[in-house]
């Protein structure tokens, strides 16, 4: 058996590589174009609340009524009038907000650790309109609250107040009378254009 060798293939001439076209060039990120909560709002020294909302980049709408926690009567606030949407349990980057919780324990300490959160410089560039608190109860809320309920209120610039109304536990979403609630209605409208 012989051996064959393989002729070795002359080296190819590599042609010159064309010149890449450069990357198209992203807009400079400057200080003055990133959209910054107001300072003014802020309160120096308030740290994070130990639970946090998350903060979403949502569309634009009239009002973002942001609610505090599970069941805090944000989808019943957000259908009083059609420019108002539902965040969904988180703070909107821009627009303007209300937060909104129960008047029990649990619902009152979310509200407070939402308005900390915003205080804070955590809950991105909304601006703040008030708190509205949906009462949980008929009657007077319990002395056992009235400390935590003057406490959360006082961190929110105002706050409206919603009395209990057993129908809507009763009714389908949305509420098909909603004038039970016009007075609300109208300060928080009120509210948006101050």
């Not at 010159?16 to 120096?44: G, I, K």
């Not at 708190?131 to 007077?140: E, R, S, T």
């Not at 400390?147 to 610039?157: F, H, K």
Request: with cysteine; aromatic share 6%; hydrophobic share 35%.
């Amino acid at each position: 058996m012989s051996q064959q060798t393989i002729p070795a293939l002359p080296p190819r001439p590599s042609p010159a590589m064309p010149a890449m076209p450069p990357l198209p060039s992203r807009p400079e990120r400057r200080a003055d174009n990133v959209p910054r909560p107001n300072p003014r709002e802020w309160r120096q020294g308030i740290p994070a609340p130990a639970r946090m909302l998350t903060v979403r980049s949502l569309p634009t709408a009239g009002l973002w009524v942001v609610g505090a926690h599970g069941g805090s009567g944000e989808s019943v606030i957000a259908a009083l009038n059609s420019y108002w949407m539902a965040a969904e349990h988180c703070f909107p980057t821009m627009g303007d907000i209300l937060i909104c919780c129960r008047t029990s324990a649990y619902g009152l300490e979310c509200g407070r650790m939402a308005l900390q959160q915003y205080l804070a410089g955590l809950a991105g560039c909304g601006r703040l309109i008030g708190l509205a608190i949906v009462a949980d109860m008929p009657g007077k809320i319990p002395k056992e609250l009235k400390q935590l309920g003057e406490l959360t209120r006082s961190l929110a610039p105002t706050t409206v107040e919603f009395p209990f109304d057993k129908t809507l536990r009763l009714e389908p979403y949305p509420p098909t009378n909603q004038d039970r609630f016009g007075r609300q209605r109208s300060l928080i409208e009120s509210l948006i254009g101050s």
